[in-house]
């Protein structure tokens, strides 16, 4: 009897331990949708020289927190996990010139590449560069698009749904076909480059926001 009862706590612990694991897979890919980007590029100076060891801060206008890194031996840098919005991006190093970026407009998911080109002086002299800031997306070649802040409140919504914005999207088409499921299958929906509509994921702030109908 006593094994038994030793086999049915084995067994406890074993279904105990499934569980944990399933739920610890099933939590990483919401860890991974959070609502932040990332800020990377090279410093290098005017002729053309990699400047290693440059600090580079950016600051959120919003909030005004900020992250600080140095740029390594190649004068890369990389800042990762910033929270989405608008930042100021200053790089400094000892005999040039600081440069600040402003009017960098960070959004979810994005990997902005800005490059950095200093100019030889004191640095009690400092260079600003305004306007909007000459993104160059080489990260990535997955399919995707944004609507920005500045369409959301420029482009007229009949109904404000802003998920009729999704339609405006290169490769994104609504679904005509109706569905007499009960609940949940009323609004806009849409297929992204020919998937089938089950395969829209909706998020907000990283967690799963979408029904059992899509």
């Given at each position: ?54 600090a ?84 990535t ?53 020919g998937a ?19």
């Amino acid at each position: 009897m006593s094994r038994v009862f030793g086999d049915v706590r084995w067994g406890s612990r074993v279904a105990m331990f499934v569980l944990g694991l399933i739920l610890l897979v099933a939590a990483v890919p919401v860890f991974a949708q959070l609502p932040t980007g990332t800020i990377l590029g090279t410093v290098k100076d005017a002729s053309g020289a990699l400047v290693p060891g440059a600090a580079v801060t950016a600051q959120n206008v919003e909030t005004g927190t900020s992250r600080s890194t140095s740029t390594d031996e190649t004068g890369a840098f990389r800042l990762t996990a910033l929270p989405v919005g608008h930042y100021d991006l200053r790089v400094e190093s000892s005999g040039f010139k600081p440069t600040t970026q402003k009017g960098l407009v960070l959004d979810v998911g994005q990997e902005a590449v800005l490059n950095f080109s200093l100019q030889v002086g004191s640095t009690l002299q400092e260079v600003v560069v305004t306007g909007e800031a000459p993104l160059v997306n080489t990260t990535t070649s997955s399919l995707g698009g944004l609507v920005s802040e500045q369409k959301l409140a420029e482009l007229p919504l009949n109904g404000r749904n802003f998920l009729d914005l999704s339609l405006l999207q290169p490769g994104v088409s609504q679904d005509t076909v109706v569905i007499s499921l009960g609940g949940g299958t009323q609004g806009t929906i849409y297929s992204s480059n020919g998937a089938p509509i089950i395969s829209n994921n909706f998020l907000l702030d990283g967690t799963p926001t979408q029904t059992i109908f899509g």
